[in-house]
Nanobody
Framework: QVQLVESGGGLVQAGGSLRLSCAAS????????MAWYRQAPGKQRELVAT???????NSADSVKGRFTISRDNAKNTVYLQMSSLKPEDTGVYYC????????????WGQGTQVTVSS
């Protein structure tokens, strides 16, 4: 019943910006701890950022100062605002449910492709 749908990926030039969205359904969105991951070809999947139900956030050192994770509970949506994009940011970006309330989950969306050209 739980479903995550990512959108907003595409092709952007280095230095540009892009906003990803993850729409959640089938669960109580307001109590979900969410995360964004990314995976470049031939590389391990990397945690990009997390956000708790209270809005507390963490982000990877590689994206700090450039990426911002946020949530809109009224829209059941998590966002990843990406700025000052670099070619090394290229990859498939995935939305992930880490927790629902106090319970741990590991639920993934289908991913959205982000390509940054030099």
């Amino acid at each position: 019943q739980v479903q995550l749908v990512e959108s907003g990926g595409g092709l952007v030039q280095a230095g540009g910006s892009l906003r990803l969205s993850c729409a959640a359904s089938g669960t109580r969105f307001s109590i979900i701890t969410m995360a964004w991951y990314r995976q470049a070809p031939g590389k391990q999947r990397e945690l990009v950022a997390t956000i708790t139900p209270s809005g507390s956030t963490n982000s990877a050192d590689s994206v700090k100062g450039r990426f911002t994770i946020s949530r809109d509970n009224a829209k059941n949506t998590v966002y990843l605002q990406m700025s000052s994009l670099k070619p090394e940011d290229t990859g498939v970006y995935y939305c992930n449910i880490q927790r629902i309330g106090a319970l741990y989950f590991d639920y993934w969306g289908q991913g959205t492709q982000v390509t940054v050209s030099s």
